[in-house]
């Protein structure tokens, strides 16, 4: 078995206080007990480190200058010659995240993945590079938007992270280091202790994420939803799979989000391609798509439905 090197990643976008943070990190004595640290560094900021201010001397800082020079390969060899114990890694905000994810050694575990933010940049990061702020919030369990001041849209902020991700925390950091964590909440647009779940065409997108983060709070419920229909040859009579597509971010990401439905009676002649209001009992089971336990909707009615206004469901 590889050993188990913890990994804690730290992304953002230039100027964004990852050095900063990372620098506070190294210093503090109750994170650096004896640990041989590899830390790797994948931009090259205005900040600097000071590695005679670290709490232990076992730091190692290794510089990465392209994304193409991250492979698995490599990292292993880096982690081997310094025999680290963990990993910091402070990541470049304009490469892909998934480029690292591919290239993590056997035994690398992402234990925290913390993304930090300028308050006052950020909005024009989502703006003008949407993608990347997507790819950056996807799997982050911390946003921290740094230096926010009286002009700070916090709501705007707030809104732009929950367009991808309701598991993230968020807080703001002032410039004198008191941090203030956002406890707004985010009430779903739909009830989901309603004897039917009603999704609205606009809000189909995040209903899907919040069944996907959370099915087994689903379980039993009725649902009801306009979808399309796809049909397999391969799949029994009275089955089908009902969704919609949607968009992330951008047209390149655009994912058909659909889920099995069994018990559609034969009257409804379905066709590939038909848009229906579906209403459905919700049921955690084995289906032999998943070759797993997986969601399967078991159909209650079908109605034939003329398509959306907005075909491919997004979440702004």
């Not at 290794?62 to 081997?80: F, G, P, V």
């Not at 892909?96 to 925290?112: C, F």
Request: hydrophobic share 35%; net charge negative.
């Amino acid at each position: 078995m590889p050993k188990e090197i913890p990994v804690y990643l730290f992304t953002g976008f230039l100027e964004a206080g990852k050095t900063k943070t990372i620098q506070e990190t190294l210093e503090d004595k109750s994170f650096n007990t004896g640990e041989r640290t590899l830390l790797l560094m994948c931009e090259d900021g205005i900040e600097e480190y000071e590695p005679s201010r670290f709490a232990d001397k076992n730091v190692f800082i290794e510089e990465i200058e392209n994304e193409s020079d991250i492979n698995r390969t490599k990292l292993a060899t880096l982690a081997k010659a310094h025999r680290a114990d963990r990993v910091l890694i402070e990541y470049n905000g304009m490469w892909n995240l998934k480029t690292l994810y591919d290239a993590v050694p056997r035994g690398w575990l992402i234990y925290q993945q913390l993304l930090f933010a300028d308050a006052d940049t950020f909005v024009n990061y989502n703006n003008n590079m949407r993608s990347l702020v997507v790819d950056k919030l996807s799997g982050c369990e911390l946003v921290v938007f740094n230096r926010p001041s009286d002009a700070t849209n916090k709501e705007e902020l707030h809104k732009i992270v929950r367009g991808v991700t309701r598991r993230a925390s968020i807080a703001y950091e002032y410039p004198d280091g008191t941090l203030e964590y956002d406890n707004e909440e985010d009430p779903l647009p739909f009830d989901i202790d309603a004897p039917i779940i009603e999704i609205e065409d606009r809000d189909y997108a995040l209903w899907f994420r919040d069944f996907a983060e959370d099915i087994k709070k689903y379980n039993g419920k009725t649902i009801k939803f306009k979808g399309i229909v796809g049909i397999d040859k391969k799949m029994k009579p009275g089955c089908a799979i009902c969704g919609r597509h949607v968009m992330t971010c951008c047209v390149e990401d655009i994912e058909f989000k659909g889920l099995v439905c069994v018990d559609v009676p034969e009257s409804a002649c379905l066709k590939n391609r038909d848009w229906i209001i579906l209403t459905a009992r919700i049921s955690i089971e084995y289906h032999e798509l998943y070759k797993k336990p997986g969601p399967v909707l078991h159909v209650l009615s079908i109605e034939k439905s003329s398509q959306p206004e907005q075909e491919v469901a997004t979440f702004f």
